[in-house]
């Protein structure tokens, strides 16, 4: 009988007009194996979803805002779209949409105008002579760069004639046969393109060659991944890579201490908006007045000029006649004690060993132990006991009688000078 009253007492009978309308949703309780195994699905699924939508939300949100701004003033900069998009591999896809979209508009993109890409787009024709495209590297400004080397690195890949469309379209269909003498004709006629892009960046802490030798890299990585069918010409595509993979090394290998990629990206809008203030203010601007440009925190723009600073080697040469003197030997060592100070420390040294001199030969040793006077390290009254054998109370009255008689020493006065 009391198991039927349980039963009647239900809260089945007591559910309100309101309940009864609109009835709550009935759910089978969940086993603990059920509720493990719906947990486990959810942290393996759901984030990684959540997370891999906002990350193309966010770089399509970047490219349309660049698509109206090209739209409205007619052309777009490559630093803009390499800056909304630094990571190329991760928006293959939304980089050639984009750039069909902005080709669709009659939208220019302001890339590198050097000569070489100009007569990359007006040799188009055939028979040209390949002595004619060599005269490009002579206008080459090679700095203080070892001119044999660069010379006749710029003078083998002058010999290779450039591609017309057609071509570049012909070998693009046996690229992906795998035929590996198209992919190597592509790269070679290809090779001048990224000493263009190359020179651009010189004067930043790496050599010609290496940046042209980064250059290359990404090269490759534009053969393997050019796709014809797309309508744009291989020069147009491969000059993301290439700028990619030099501002990648550039990043890691400028520095001393490598400062991210994003980092830098953000020491480079930093240092044009302290140009632009000091141009508009005709001084210094302050760190408060680059935040509100910036529209960033003060801490953030202190913490940009922390890492912004560049390192100096103290091996530096200082002068132009003096080769011996360096930048280190200007500069004070504040741990390094001077000689005035040494001599004094020295004299302080002897006075006090003509003070204690009279004591025993006990009481000098506690004292030298306690104050460090020999090897300069300090002991407690405990570790000076457990030497002597006895304990700290009486290594303390030692102590005290030993100071009482060094207080009424004739040549204590003297240390009262230091």
Same mark, same amino acid.
């Given at each position: 009988?009391?198991?039927?009253?349980?039963?009647?007492?239900? *809260?089945? !009978?007591?559910?309100?007009?309101?309940?009864?309308?609109? *009835?709550?949703?009935?759910?089978?309780? +969940?086993?603990?194996?059920?509720?493990?195994?719906?947990?486990?699905?959810?942290?393996?699924?759901?984030?990684?979803?959540?997370?891999?939508?906002?990350?193309?939300?966010?770089?399509?949100?970047?490219?349309?805002?660049?698509?109206?701004?090209?739209?409205?003033?007619?052309?777009?900069?490559?630093?803009?779209?390499?800056?909304?998009?630094?990571?190329?591999?991760?928006?293959?896809?939304?980089?050639? @949409?984009?750039?069909?979209?902005?080709?669709?508009?009659?939208?220019?993109?302001?890339?590198?105008?050097?000569?070489?890409?100009?007569? !990359?787009?007006?040799?188009?024709?055939?028979?040209?002579?390949?002595?004619?495209?060599?005269? /490009?590297?002579?206008?080459? @400004? #090679?700095?203080?760069?070892?001119?044999?080397?660069?010379?006749?690195?710029? %003078?083998?890949?002058?010999?290779?004639?450039?591609? =017309?469309?057609?071509?570049?379209?012909?070998?693009?269909?046996?690229?992906?046969?795998?035929?590996?003498?198209?992919?190597?004709?592509?790269?070679? !006629?290809?090779?001048?393109?990224?000493?263009?892009? !190359?020179?651009?960046?010189?004067?930043?802490?790496?050599?010609?060659?290496?940046?042209?030798?980064?250059?290359?890299?990404?090269?490759?990585?534009?053969?393997?991944? /050019?796709?014809?069918?797309?309508?744009? &010409?291989?020069?147009?595509?491969?000059?993301?890579?290439?700028?990619?993979?030099?501002?990648?090394?550039?990043?890691?290998?400028?520095?001393?201490? %490598?400062?991210?990629?994003?980092?830098?990206?953000?020491?480079?809008?930093?240092?044009?908006?302290?140009?632009?203030?000091?141009?508009?203010?005709?001084?210094?601007?302050?760190?408060?007045?680059?935040?509100?440009?910036?529209?960033?925190?003060?801490?953030?723009? %202190?913490?940009? +000029?922390?890492?912004?600073?560049?390192?100096?080697? $103290?091996? =530096?040469?200082?002068?132009?006649?003096?080769?011996?003197? =360096? #930048?280190?030997?200007?500069?004070? @060592?504040? &741990? =390094?004690?001077?000689?005035?100070? $040494?001599?004094?420390?020295?004299?302080?040294?002897?006075?006090?060993?003509?003070?204690?001199? @009279?004591?025993?030969?006990?009481?000098?040793?506690?004292?030298?132990?306690?104050?460090?006077?020999?090897?300069?390290?300090?002991?407690?009254?405990?570790?000076?006991?457990?030497? /002597?054998?006895?304990?700290?109370?009486?290594?303390?009255?030692?102590?005290?009688?030993?100071?009482?008689?060094?207080?009424?020493?004739?040549?204590?006065?003297? #240390? %009262?000078?230091?």
């Amino acid at each position: 009988m009391g198991i039927k009253k349980r039963k009647q007492k239900k *809260p089945k !009978a007591r559910r309100t007009a309101w309940q009864r309308a609109r *009835p709550a949703r009935k759910r089978k309780p +969940l086993s603990f194996s059920r509720a493990k195994k719906s947990a486990v699905r959810r942290k393996k699924t759901s984030r990684p979803v959540r997370r891999m939508r906002r990350k193309s939300t966010v770089s399509q949100a970047k490219l349309d805002y660049l698509f109206h701004k090209g739209k409205e003033q007619g052309f777009i900069t490559v630093n803009e779209i390499l800056a909304a998009i630094p990571e190329i591999e991760d928006y293959e896809e939304a980089l050639d @949409d984009f750039l069909s979209r902005l080709e669709e508009e009659g939208v220019s993109i302001e890339e590198i105008r050097g000569d070489l890409i100009e007569s !990359a787009e007006e040799s188009g024709e055939e028979g040209e002579k390949p002595q004619k495209e060599i005269g /490009f590297w002579e206008g080459l @400004d #090679l700095g203080d760069i070892s001119s044999d080397s660069v010379q006749m690195y710029l %003078r083998e890949i002058g010999k290779v004639p450039l591609l =017309t469309s057609q071509e570049e379209v012909d070998l693009s269909k046996r690229k992906e046969k795998e035929d590996q003498e198209a992919k190597n004709k592509l790269i070679e !006629a290809n090779l001048r393109l990224v000493v263009s892009i !190359a020179k651009k960046y010189t004067g930043r802490s790496l050599s010609l060659l290496d940046l042209i030798q980064e250059g290359n890299i990404g090269l490759f990585r534009a053969v393997e991944k /050019f796709d014809y069918r797309r309508g744009y &010409k291989f020069s147009t595509y491969a000059t993301w890579w290439v700028r990619q993979a030099i501002t990648r090394a550039l990043a890691d290998q400028s520095r001393t201490i %490598r400062i991210p990629v994003h980092m830098v990206e953000t020491i480079n809008k930093f240092t044009q908006t302290e140009r632009r203030l000091v141009q508009d203010l005709g001084r210094e601007p302050m760190p408060e007045e680059i935040a509100a440009e910036m529209g960033i925190p003060l801490e953030k723009v %202190r913490q940009i +000029l922390k890492v912004s600073q560049e390192t100096v080697s $103290l091996e =530096t040469t200082v002068g132009e006649d003096d080769e011996d003197s =360096t #930048l280190g030997d200007f500069i004070e @060592d504040e &741990k =390094t004690p001077t000689p005035d100070r $040494l001599a004094g420390q020295e004299l302080l040294r002897n006075h006090i060993k003509d003070v204690i001199r @009279d004591l025993n030969p006990r009481e000098q040793r506690i004292l030298n132990m306690r104050f460090g006077l020999s090897d300069g390290i300090s002991h407690t009254l405990e570790e000076v006991g457990q030497e /002597f054998g006895v304990t700290r109370e009486r290594i303390r009255q030692i102590e005290a009688k030993a100071l009482e008689k060094i207080r009424d020493h004739a040549l204590v006065k003297k #240390l %009262r000078d230091y």
